[in-house]
């Protein structure tokens, strides 16, 4: 049994995976909050100008100043992931060079610039532009955030659907042949629609927390329920379209990637009319015996569930990791190949690829064998069928961990907006939820992180789907080097956290400024 | 001339806003210094661009090919593809 967890081998594909995972983790800390605070401080101010009630444009200015201390430590976190890729994953950078360098130029200089600028305009311009020109600022800045995350994400997605490329064996890259299909693919639409609805959930479970403590410290307690109210109907607004797209997105991995759906439910074994997983005993620190085992001991499963999701067809064909390198037959009664033809067809790309430069006039047809062969060229660097299976205990307990905190904000936004519209929230005997709405700040984020880590780990060892490993993706470097430039990464990024926690409290322990007429 | 009115009112919209902040200031403080880490330490000293340091006099391409190639099993010869 290889302990995947207990014994990290310190090779340089092992440093630069924990490095760039890292970096990822962190700078994924502070994003989520600004997209989700983005639509708190929106509704807020919008309020304000219909009502002209300046006790609103307090709430708003509130939310906004939480807001810009979250983007101000958070902004240009994500560079460093492109520094990563310069250096410890050029061979990758080389690859895709040309597909990312689009979204990422568009991102940095539409979105970033969008944002930023209507950013300066919501903090100096409260007393020198119009109430409406403010408000389309606030929710400018909103969308240039969002934008942004949608550049990133339609490149995050490439990497694992491909779409919209050919392999130009002479520059030894992808290069673009559609951006309409980059930019607008099925995976980078449902990763940006399940993305961004689930940040909002954590700029509401943020939103109803601050106000909650609040309450039960008997302070702000106007700003505090009005707040509950825009957050908690964000939240569960949110968490039901989390739950929608997070079925679409199901729905995808099964057709684009189902050695990561096999992953997520530890199904070794596939067939038709599959049950989907509520239990079982996997251990997460330890790949399990799939090749012998039928399933997982101790499962407790929904019957059919699994092929709804999958197939959105009660008895559909879902496959397992066995039947994925044995090849089998799909849904739609395509034959999917194994594992040896994939190895034997990433062969040939690499052979043409080996001998492409020096063929003279057959040079055209090896283009072509490149190009029949491409899709997986990956696979003829694999030389044991273990290395295409992520690790299964991890995905399938992350997996497990998101739907369930995703349900328990699901409930737990659904009791808060009945409490606050029905009854008086600010009461003792509401304590409880009080402090479960402080109590649920850690795990908003821990949901969140846990549907990144399931899209990454499930994902492994490849880079680019079935087209590049990490082993070859990666810089031929010294793991020292990688090592030390994790530990600086893991001191500058706590102690960027410990600052905004730090300036976050101070300004929650202030509170809002108050108007001293509540009419304009 | 309206040009002008509109250009100094923009610089003027910031500068103020610059000069009245409050809490703002601490922000500008930790933007600065992380930047400066992030362009400067980190960029030039930690982060060198892998290929173009390594790749010598040979095309990008050639060097990406060869490290690519590195990785690969022996040749299997497919058939059809000559040599």
Redesign the interface.
Known sequence: MNHLLLEIAPSVVDWSRAQFALTAAYHWLFVPLTLGLAVIMGIAETIYYRTGQLSWRDTARFWE?LF??NF??G???G??LE??F???W??Y???VGDIFGAPLAIEGIVAFFMESTFV?VM???WK?VSRGFHLASTWLTGLGATISAWWILVANAWMQYPIGQQFNP????FEMSSFADVALSPFAVDKFLHTVTSSWLIGAVFCVAVSCWYLLKGRETVMARRSIKIGASVGLFAALAAFATGDNSAYMVARTQPMKLAAMEALYNGGKSQSLTLFAAVNPFAQPDYASQKEPACRIAFPNLLSVLATHDLNGYVPGINDIINGYTDNEGQRQPSLAEKVDMG??A??????Y???GN?SE??RR?VADNVKYFGY??V?DASRTVPPIGITFWLFRTMVGLGTFFMLFFAVVLFVVFRKDISERKFRWLHILALIAIPLAWICSESGWMVAEIGRQPWTIQDMLPT??AV???QPR?IM??FF?FLA?FTT?LA?EIS?LCK?IKKGPEHSNNDTL | MELRRTITGIVNFYVDGFRHMTWGRTLWIVILVKLVIIFVLLRIFFFPNYIATHRGTMRKSDFVRKQVLKEAPPPQRTPGLGQ
């Open positions: 100043k810009g201390i101000a430590i902004v240009a976190t560079i460093i520094f990563e310069g250096t410890n050029s061979n950078s080389w690859f300066a903090f100096f311009g020198k002479d520059t030894m890259r062969k040939k690499i052979d043409a690829v080996a001998l430069r020096t063929m057959k047809k090896t064998t003829g660097y030389k082993w070859v810089s031929d470097l080097s030390i430039t600086l500058l960027l600052v300036i300004q």
